[in-house]
C-alpha cells in the first residue's frame, strides 16, 4: 500500500529538504524570496547549488537540467553531468551557484516570432527560486526563465512572474484602501483540471494523423458515441485504473497535488484535477501533469492524447483554469462572505474582475488561441468563442442593486429535498457552474473553461493577471486621494459607473443558443471564432498600453508572440493536410480500389451463373465508385491550395488564406471519405476506425 505522505514531494528540494540541508541563514533567505518575492542574494547559490547536488547525487542522479517554457507551449531541457575531470585522470562531482542560475541553451532554434536570427544564437536561462527545483528520469531539473542574448523574452515564465508582481502591486493598494496594513503580498492561485483521451496504443500506431498531428483527419462516427451519457464519470476500466494510480503516484513524487481523476463524457475521456498552488508552480506542475500523461500510457498499452479535438462528433478536451486572489495572511479575495451585497472590499475585486473581462475579450480569446482550438469552441460542453461571464442568480441580484435596475432581494439558500427520509437535505450553491459559459463564477474563484487541454496554461493567466491589475491600479488612483469622509460615496459611484458599463459581458444563460448569438452582436461583444480573427487584435493600441503600464511585454515581445501564434497556426493546418494527402493517396484510395476490384470479381462471377442477379453489387460499386472518383478530385484540390499559399506575403495573410483556402479542401476531403468508410468491407480499410479508438 502506498504511502502518500511519505510519497509525496519524495522527489522534490521544497522546503523541509532546504531547511535540512541549507545554513541556517540561507534557509531563511531563500524562503523569504519564494514567499515574499524579494531578490535572493546571489552569493547564497553557491551554498544552495552545494546542497542540491549533494541531495540529488545522494538519489542516484548524475545530470542536471535548465528545466525551461519556451514559446512552444512545452517544456526544454538540455542536460549537463555533475563531473569535472581532476588530475590522474579521475572526475568529481560538482555544481556551482553559477551552474544553478545560469546556462546558456540555443536560443535560435526555438520559435520567437523574429527576435532571434540563426546566427544571434545564444540565450539564456536564469534560476526562478520560487519554483522548487525536482528529480525527473534521474536528471536534477531546476525551474528556469528563458530569454535572448540581447534581453528579450522567449519564454512563458518572465512574463507570468512580471503579471504576477503586477497584481501584487496593484492589489495590496486596493487593500490599504480598506484598512488592511497586515497583508505584505498577494497572490493569484490556480487549479488547472486537465481532459485528456486514452487509446490503444497499437491503434495509435497504425494512424498517421494521430501520429502526426495528434487528431484523427478522417473518421465515420461509431453506431454509438456519447449520446448514452453512459462514460461520464462511469466505473473506470481497469487498464486505465492502473495508468491513473501509476500517474498518481509519480506526480505525487514531483510534489504536484493530484486530487481528482474520472471518465469524461466523451468514450475514452478522461479527467485529473489539481489542489490549488499558487500561478507560478501551478503552471509548472501542470506542463509535468501532461508530460507524465504521455510518457506513463504506453506502459499500460495505451497512448495519451492531449489535443483540443481529436475526434470529430464527440467532446473535445479543454483545461478548466481556476483563477483566484489571496493574501500571504490567507484571506481569499473573492469569498463574497455570507451578505456579499454589504462586503465592499469583495464586491471591488468582482467589479474589477467584470470590468477587465469586459474591456479585454479580445486578450482573453487570444490567450486560448489556436489551430486545435478552432475545431472545439462552441460545441460539446465546450464555451463559444464569445467571452462572456456568468455570476449566478445571488451575485446578479447584488449587482443590480447597486447599479440601481432592481431593490435588492437577498437569494436565500434553497434546498435540495431528496425526498428520501434517511438522505440529508442539501444546500445548493446560487453561484453553481454554468457548463457553457466561458468565465463561470464559482463560489470563491472564476472558472475560465475556454482552454484547450494541450496548452500551456501561462498565457491565459499571464492576461488574467495583467488585465485584473491594470483594472484595479485604474480603481487606486481614482479611490486614493479621495478624503476618507468621502470615501464611502466615492466608492459606490465608482462601482455604479463601472457595473453599468460592463453589465453587458454578464450572461447566465445558454451559451450555446443562437440567440445568444444574436444578443451578445446587440450588445457589443466579440465574437472571434477562429485565430486569425483574433491575433490581429493583440497590437491593438489598447492592448499594448495594457502590457506597457503594467511592464509584462514591450511592442516587439508582443508583435513576436503574435508573429509566433500565427506561424504555428498555418504550420499546424499545412502538416495537417499533408497527412491527408498521404493517407487519401497511400492508404483510402488505393483501400477503395481494392474493393472494387473484389466487388467487380463478384459480378462477373455472378453473372456468368445463369438466373443470378448482381444489381446489389452494382449500386454498391456505382457508389463507391463515384466517391473515390470524388476523393481524387479532392486530392487533386487540396494540393492545389497547399500550393497557392506560396502568393501569400505576410503571417497573418498566410494565417488566413490556410483557414480559408487550404482548410475548407480539408473538410471536403474528409466529408468524401468518412461517406465512403461505412461502405468498404472491415478488412479493407487500412487504419483503425472510431470504434476500435473509442471502444478499445
Known amino acids: 500500500m502506498t504511502n502518500v505522505p511519505e510519497l509525496f514531494g519524495s522527489n522534490v528540494f521544497n522546503e523541509n529538504v532546504m531547511k535540512e540541508r541549507l545554513p541556517k541563514a540561507v534557509y531563511k533567505a531563500l524562503k523569504k524570496t519564494i514567499q515574499s518575492g524579494n531578490p535572493l542574494d546571489p552569493s547564497l547559490a553557491e551554498s544552495v547549488a552545494t546542497a542540491m547536488k549533494d541531495w540529488a547525487i545522494q538519489k542516484g542522479v548524475t545530470h542536471y537540467t535548465h528545466w525551461f517554457q519556451p514559446l512552444t507551449g512545452i517544456t526544454a531541457e538540455k542536460h549537463d553531468s555533475f563531473i569535472e575531470p581532476t588530475e590522474g585522470g579521475n572526475v568529481i562531482m560538482e555544481f556551482s551557484g553559477k551552474n544553478?542560475?545560469?546556462?546558456?541553451?540555443?536560443?535560435?532554434?526555438?520559435?520567437?516570432?523574429?527576435?532571434?536570427?540563426?546566427?544571434?544564437?545564444?540565450?539564456?536561462?536564469?534560476?526562478?527560486?520560487?519554483?522548487?527545483?525536482?528529480?525527473?528520469?534521474?536528471?536534477?531539473?531546476?525551474?528556469?526563465a528563458?530569454?535572448?542574448?540581447?534581453?528579450?523574452?522567449?519564454?512563458?515564465?518572465?512574463?507570468?512572474?512580471?503579471?504576477?508582481?503586477?497584481?501584487?502591486?496593484?492589489?495590496?493598494?486596493i487593500l490599504r484602501l480598506f484598512g488592511n496594513n497586515d497583508a505584505s503580498r498577494v497572490t493569484t492561485t490556480v487549479g488547472a483540471e486537465q481532459e485528456y483521451f486514452l487509446v490503444d496504443a497499437d491503434m495509435f500506431k497504425k494512424r498517421k494523423d494521430l501520429r502526426f498531428v495528434g487528431r484523427t483527419l478522417f473518421g465515420a462516427m461509431p453506431p454509438k458515441g456519447q449520446e448514452m451519457e453512459d462514460h461520464y464519470f462511469g466505473a473506470i476500466r481497469s487498464q486505465v485504473m492502473s495508468f491513473m494510480q501509476d500517474l498518481d503516484e509519480e506526480l505525487w513524487k514531483l510534489g504536484v497535488l493530484?486530487?481528482?481523476?474520472?471518465?469524461?463524457?466523451?468514450?475514452?475521456?478522461?479527467?485529473?484535477?489539481?489542489?490549488?498552488?499558487?500561478?507560478?508552480?501551478?503552471?509548472?506542475?501542470?506542463?509535468?501533469v501532461m508530460e507524465m500523461m504521455k510518457k506513463l500510457a504506453p506502459k499500460h498499452g495505451l497512448?495519451?492524447?492531449?489535443?483540443?479535438?481529436?475526434?470529430?462528433?464527440?467532446?473535445?478536451?479543454?483545461?478548466?483554469?481556476?483563477?483566484?486572489?489571496?493574501?500571504?495572511?490567507?484571506?481569499?479575495l473573492l469569498e463574497p462572505g455570507k451578505t456579499p451585497r454589504e462586503n465592499r472590499q469583495f464586491l471591488t475585486y468582482l467589479t474589477a474582475v467584470i470590468k477587465a473581462v469586459d474591456d479585454y475579450q479580445d486578450l482573453l480569446r487570444i490567450s486560448v488561441a489556436s489551430a486545435?482550438?478552432?475545431?472545439?469552441?462552441?460545441?460539446?460542453?465546450?464555451?463559444?468563442?464569445?467571452?462572456?461571464?456568468?455570476?449566478?442568480?445571488?451575485?446578479?441580484?447584488?449587482?443590480?442593486?447597486?447599479?440601481?435596475?432592481?431593490?435588492?432581494?437577498?437569494?436565500?439558500?434553497?434546498?435540495?429535498?431528496?425526498?428520501?427520509?434517511?438522505?440529508?437535505?442539501?444546500?445548493?450553491?446560487?453561484?453553481?457552474?454554468?457548463?457553457?459559459?466561458?468565465?463561470?463564477?464559482?463560489?470563491n474563484k472564476f472558472e475560465f473553461r475556454m482552454l484547450g487541454?494541450?496548452?500551456?496554461?501561462?498565457?491565459?493567466?499571464?492576461?488574467?493577471?495583467?488585465?485584473?491589475?491594470?483594472?484595479?491600479?485604474?480603481?487606486?488612483?481614482?479611490?486614493?486621494?479621495?478624503?476618507?469622509?468621502?470615501?464611502?460615496?466615492?466608492?459606490?459611484?465608482?462601482?455604479?459607473?463601472?457595473?453599468?458599463?460592463h453589465k453587458r459581458i454578464i450572461f447566465n444563460g445558454n451559451n450555446y443558443s443562437e440567440e445568444w448569438v444574436i444578443e451578445a452582436e446587440k450588445r457589443g461583444l466579440l465574437n472571434l471564432k477562429t485565430t486569425p480573427d483574433a491575433l490581429p487584435h493583440y497590437t491593438d493600441a489598447k492592448n499594448v498600453a495594457m502590457f506597457e503600464r503594467q511592464g509584462i511585454y514591450n511592442l516587439k515581445e508582443i508583435e513576436a508572440r503574435q508573429d509566433s501564434i500565427l506561424e504555428e497556426y498555418y504550420k499546424i493546418i499545412r502538416i495537417e493536410a499533408l497527412t491527408m494527402l498521404d493517407m487519401a493517396r497511400t492508404e483510402i484510395f488505393p483501400a477503395v480500389l481494392n474493393y472494387s476490384e473484389e466487388l467487380a470479381r463478384t459480378i462477373i462471377a455472378k453473372q456468368a451463373v445463369a438466373g443470378i442477379t448482381t444489381k446489389a453489387e452494382e449500386r454498391l460499386l456505382a457508389k463507391i465508385s463515384a466517391l473515390n472518383e470524388h476523393l481524387a478530385d479532392t486530392i487533386d484540390e487540396l494540393d492545389a491550395?497547399?500550393?497557392?499559399?506560396?502568393?501569400?506575403?505576410?503571417?497573418?495573410?498566410?494565417?488566413?488564406?490556410?483557414?480559408?483556402?487550404?482548410?475548407?479542401?480539408?473538410?471536403?476531403?474528409?466529408?468524401?471519405?468518412?461517406?465512403l468508410e461505412p461502405m468498404i468491407a472491415a478488412k479493407y480499410w487500412p487504419f483503425p476506425t472510431y470504434s476500435d479508438l473509442l471502444f478499445y
Open 100 to 144: 544553478l542560475i545560469q546556462g546558456e541553451p540555443d536560443a535560435s532554434s526555438f520559435p520567437s516570432g523574429g527576435l532571434r536570427s540563426t546566427f544571434e544564437a545564444r540565450g539564456y536561462t536564469t534560476w526562478d527560486p520560487t519554483s522548487y527545483a525536482f528529480i525527473k528520469n534521474n536528471t536534477l531539473c531546476i525551474p528556469t
Open 372 to 443: 486545435g482550438n478552432d475545431h472545439r469552441l462552441g460545441g460539446h460542453e465546450a464555451p463559444p468563442a464569445i467571452v462572456s461571464i456568468f455570476l449566478g442568480d445571488e451575485l446578479e441580484a447584488v449587482l443590480d442593486s447597486i447599479t440601481g435596475d432592481k431593490t435588492y432581494e437577498e437569494v436565500g439558500q434553497s434546498i435540495l429535498d431528496s425526498g428520501v427520509s434517511v438522505l440529508p437535505n442539501l444546500p445548493k450553491d446560487s453561484t453553481d457552474r454554468n457548463r457553457t459559459s466561458p468565465f463561470a463564477f464559482t463560489g
Open 146 to 173: 528563458f530569454c535572448s542574448y540581447g534581453g528579450e523574452v522567449l519564454d512563458k515564465k518572465i512574463p507570468l512572474l512580471r503579471s504576477m508582481e503586477a497584481i501584487n502591486k496593484q492589489a495590496l493598494r
Open 453 to 501: 487541454s494541450g496548452f500551456s496554461i501561462a498565457c491565459a493567466n499571464i492576461i488574467l493577471n495583467a488585465i485584473v491589475a491594470d483594472t484595479l491600479g485604474k480603481f487606486a488612483d481614482e479611490l486614493e486621494n479621495v478624503p476618507a469622509e468621502q470615501f464611502d460615496s466615492a466608492l459606490n459611484a465608482l462601482l455604479k459607473r463601472e457595473l453599468k458599463e
Open 641 to 675: 491550395a497547399l500550393n497557392g499559399a506560396a502568393a501569400c506575403n505576410t503571417a497573418t495573410e498566410t494565417a488566413v488564406y490556410y483557414r480559408d483556402a487550404v482548410l475548407s479542401k480539408m473538410n471536403e476531403m474528409r466529408a468524401v471519405s468518412d461517406k
Open 258 to 288: 493530484s486530487k481528482t481523476r474520472h471518465n469524461e463524457a466523451a468514450p475514452a475521456q478522461h479527467e485529473l484535477a489539481p489542489i490549488f498552488s499558487s500561478t507560478n508552480i501551478s503552471t509548472d506542475n501542470n506542463q509535468l
Open 303 to 332: 497512448t495519451c492524447l492531449l489535443h483540443e479535438k481529436p475526434f470529430e462528433g464527440v467532446n473535445g478536451s479543454g483545461k478548466h483554469n481556476n483563477w483566484s486572489m489571496g493574501t500571504d495572511l490567507g484571506e481569499n
